[in-house]
């Protein structure tokens, strides 16, 4: 793995891009928790051995360069079926000597609002998890709209493919996590959700044909409003492979969009951000790999 860009963030201040030539991830400012966020391994796709091997590099990779945890942001999976997938995957992650926290993207789970072995693995939703200071709040955004409530587009498109692409994290998760942030934050906040909050610039042909389908997180705003009532700095999600760097659309509040560690034929991308305790800064260390 290739270490591509660095962007130091802080509230208020926006991004500072870094030389990586004059930086070395292997030392990490004091005061830091390190997540490895990776995203959209889509594992039991086409070339499913060589999938594993590009997850199982970036694992190691992250491991010799001491996380404190990784984030998976969904589809990880290409269907929820694929048992053989599931359990691989698992004990994948169960040898790690740090946790991995996921949330469940459309690929795996056939039924929105519905649960599948990786829900059970990795759920429920929404739910919080600690890692030392920092809070991680994982959401399910394939918990709403219910199927009714869908074009009728994506049903059809759902019935040829087997899967739902739109997602939601509905007003009943939104409710349950505002209702427990009624204390101010203390330590740093990170959410994870599947989809994206906003459309990026299509590169690929096929996203322009289907951007009704590939559309961003249908409660994108009354979600974005929460997070930030809540002092969540740190927003992690996949769906879309496309790489686009981290942004920041408020001052207070950067958004990371995971591009997918395994994509054949795709440079692939995943990244170690050092989120401070207080979770005002964060340095994020975007990785790239070729083959
Ligand atoms: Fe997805």
């Known amino acids: 793995m290739r270490l591509e860009r660095i962007y130091d963030w802080k509230v208020g201040q926006g991004f500072v891009?870094?030389?990586?030539?004059?930086?070395?991830?292997?030392?990490?400012?004091?005061d830091t928790i390190r997540?490895?966020?990776?995203?959209?391994?889509?594992?039991?796709?086409?070339a499913p051995g060589q999938r594993r091997r590009e997850l199982r590099r970036w694992l190691d990779g992250f491991v010799q360069m001491d996380i404190d945890?990784?984030?998976?942001?969904?589809?990880?999976?290409?269907?929820?079926?694929?048992?053989?997938?599931?359990?691989?995957?698992?004990?994948?992650?169960?040898e790690l000597p740090v946790p991995l926290f996921g949330v469940p993207g459309n690929h795996d789970l056939?039924?929105?609002?519905?649960?599948?072995?990786?829900?059970?693995?990795?759920?429920?939703?929404?739910?919080?998890?600690?890692?030392?200071?920092?809070?991680?709040?994982?959401?399910?955004?394939?918990?709403?709209?219910?199927?009714?409530?869908?074009s009728q587009?994506?049903?059809?498109?759902?019935?040829?493919?087997?899967?739902?692409?739109r997602g939601a994290v509905g007003a009943e998760q939104r409710a349950a996590v505002k209702a427990k942030w009624t204390t101010p934050r203390k330590g740093a906040r990170v959410a994870v959700v599947h989809h994206h909050v906003y459309q990026p610039v299509p590169q690929k042909?096929?996203?322009?044909?289907?951007?009704?389908?590939?559309?961003?997180?249908?409660?994108?705003?009354?979600?974005?409003?929460l997070l930030r009532e809540g002092g969540v700095t740190l927003l992690l999600h996949g769906?879309?492979?496309?790489?686009?760097?981290?942004?920041s659309p408020f001052e207070d509040l950067v958004i990371v969009n995971g591009g997918s560690v395994t994509r054949q034929a795709w440079p692939k991308r995943a990244r170690l951000i050092d989120v401070?305790?207080?979770?005002?800064?964060?340095?994020i260390w975007e990785f790239v790999r070729f083959s």
């Open 17 to 30: 891009e870094r030389d990586p030539r004059t930086l070395d991830p292997n030392l990490r400012k004091e």
């Open 35 to 46: 997540l490895g966020h990776i995203s959209d391994t889509h594992l039991g796709k086409n």
């Open 69 to 94: 945890a990784v984030v998976h942001s969904g589809d990880l999976v290409e269907s929820p079926e694929g048992d053989e997938s599931l359990r691989w995957a698992f004990s994948l992650f169960d």
């Open 110 to 150: 056939r039924a929105p609002g519905g649960s599948s072995a990786v829900t059970e693995h990795w759920g429920p939703y929404p739910r919080k998890e600690e890692i030392e200071d920092l809070q991680l709040w994982l959401f399910d955004s394939m918990a709403w709209p219910p199927v009714e409530e869908r």
């Open 153 to 165: 587009r994506e049903q059809e498109s759902a019935r040829n493919s087997g899967f739902y692409s």
């Open 205 to 225: 042909p096929w996203y322009e044909k289907n951007a009704d389908l590939m559309a961003p997180l249908e409660d994108a705003k009354p979600f974005l409003r």
């Open 239 to 247: 769906h879309r492979h496309q790489y686009t760097a981290p942004y």
């Open 276 to 283: 401070a305790r207080t979770g005002v800064s964060m340095r």
